[in-house]
């Protein structure tokens, strides 16, 4: 599993982009992700929708139970981070949200919404895992869908 410091060397060479892992899947994390897809900034950034991009571990070094527990974002020196530091990372690449970086940064809150993030993101994967149950979204099973490489 990854870690907000961890380097994973395995990185497609000549990138210099940051790159986003997210659920595809979901459709809270779908929309989120659409909506930074549309900022300014966007089209440095390289997405990968992890229900659909077949074996992350052999591409990315992150395996898939990992990738669908928590949010992880590459920088474009090839660290990857996690949670609330990976949104972090990602907002800083977009525009009109650096100023919200810098703010968390800034005020060293990055460890209390890590830890509020960490609590959502096991909620939300238990609701993927039980198709929405309680949420009134219909959300897929935790499935890698057919046809996706493994």
Not at 8 to 25: S, W
Not at 91 to 119: F, H, M, N
Request: net charge positive; aromatic share 10%.
């Amino acid at each position: 599993m990854t870690s907000n410091a961890e380097t994973v060397t395995k990185q497609r060479p000549g990138r210099a982009r940051p790159l986003v892992l997210f659920d595809g899947g979901c459709p809270l994390c779908r929309r989120e992700i659409s909506h930074y897809q549309r900022v300014e900034g966007a089209s440095n950034i390289e997405w990968i929708d992890i229900s659909t991009a077949g074996d992350l571990q052999q591409h990315f070094g992150v395996d898939y139970e990992s990738a669908m527990r928590r949010f992880h974002v590459r920088t474009a020196h090839g660290e990857w981070l996690t949670g609330a530091y990976a949104f972090a990372e990602l907002w800083s690449q977009l525009r009109g949200y650096r100023y919200l970086t810098s703010a968390v940064r800034a005020a060293r809150i990055l460890p209390a919404i890590d830890w509020a993030y960490r609590k959502f993101a096991d909620w939300r994967l238990e609701r993927r895992r039980c198709g929405g149950a309680d949420t009134g979204i219909p959300l897929q099973p935790l499935q890698r869908p057919p046809g996706a490489l493994s």
